[in-house]
């Protein structure tokens, strides 16, 4: 799933949606990958599946990435209504349809908490719905999304917070492995951090952070964090929203049980 950053202010991006699963050396997000396969669990389980001809989009289980350590998402109660409004567009339309959440992390804990949901506007949402959208939609970040980011930013640095972006796209069920990351999502979670330098810089503050969220199609909500210090990749475990009438529920997060890898 693409994201045009670049257009509103950040950073180019140096996107490149497919990961080379033999990356040439002479790119940055290729080399940070292949750190954090070699730093990882998962490098020899994943070269089953690459077998299975994949390509960019080989299937990387998320049983073998470990968690967070006390990592948890807490969602209000809007951003609830709307990550469950992306689960419904994503069984209906069988696309990959992109989002944005914007957050603070609660003082210097792994415990993120959303407040605001960015999408594409409603005449592409009804597109979905009839799955005459482009598959390979572009969600292009605008001036008020950049304008809120900063804000959050400010507001979180005065209290000690740090302001999180989150760059999420759903899986619809299209294949027997939609349930887990692959080598492209991955790939694309580093990428995104270095994306948003250019805000960073503009509001001096170099802590603000960047997490990835996937929407599958059986109702998971998987965020996904990479950090630049082990160069390893994290999955946080607990997500948690806020209902209507104010009561907090579990929502479901990396129930998927990723095949076994087989020939295509």
């Given amino acids: 799933m693409d994201f045009d950053v670049f257009s509103a202010g950040f950073l180019p991006a140096r996107h490149v949606s497919r990961y080379d699963v033999e990356p040439s050396g002479g790119d940055l997000f290729e080399r940070k ?7 990882g669990t998962f490098a020899d389980i994943v070269t089953e599946y690459e077998k299975m001809g994949f390509g960019g989009q080989t299937p990387v289980p998320h049983e073998c990435i470990s968690e967070l350590p006390s990592g948890k998402v807490e969602l209000d109660e809007n951003c609830t209504e ?5 689960l419904e567009f994503t069984k209906n339309a069988r696309k990959e349809i992109p989002f944005m959440l914007i957050g603070r992390t609660d003082g210097e804990t792994n415990v993120i908490r959303f407040e605001k949901f960015y999408t594409v506007g409603a005449e592409d949402m009804s597109k979905l719905q009839q799955q005459e959208c482009d598959p390979n939609l572009v969600f292009a970040a605008n001036d008020e999304m950049v304008g809120d980011f900063k804000a959050t930013i400010k507001s979180a640095n005065e209290v000690g917070d740090r302001a999180i972006m989150c760059f999420g796209h759903t899986h619809p069920n299209c294949t027997a492995y939609y349930g887990t990351y692959d080598t492209a999502d991955l790939r694309n979670v580093i990428q995104h951090d270095d994306s948003i330098d250019g805000v960073r810089r503009s509001v001096g503050d170099s802590r603000a952070q960047t997490v990835d969220c996937v929407i599958t199609a059986d109702g998971d909500m998987d965020f996904m964090f990479f950090d630049e210090g082990t160069e390893q990749f994290y999955k946080i475990g607990e997500v948690s929203g806020v209902g209507r009438d104010g009561t907090v529920q579990e929502m479901q997060n990396y129930s998927f049980r990723t095949p076994l890898p087989t020939n295509r």
């Fill in 33 to 39: 990958m292949r750190r954090a396969f070699e730093n």
């Fill in 82 to 86: 709307f990550m469950e409004l992306m």
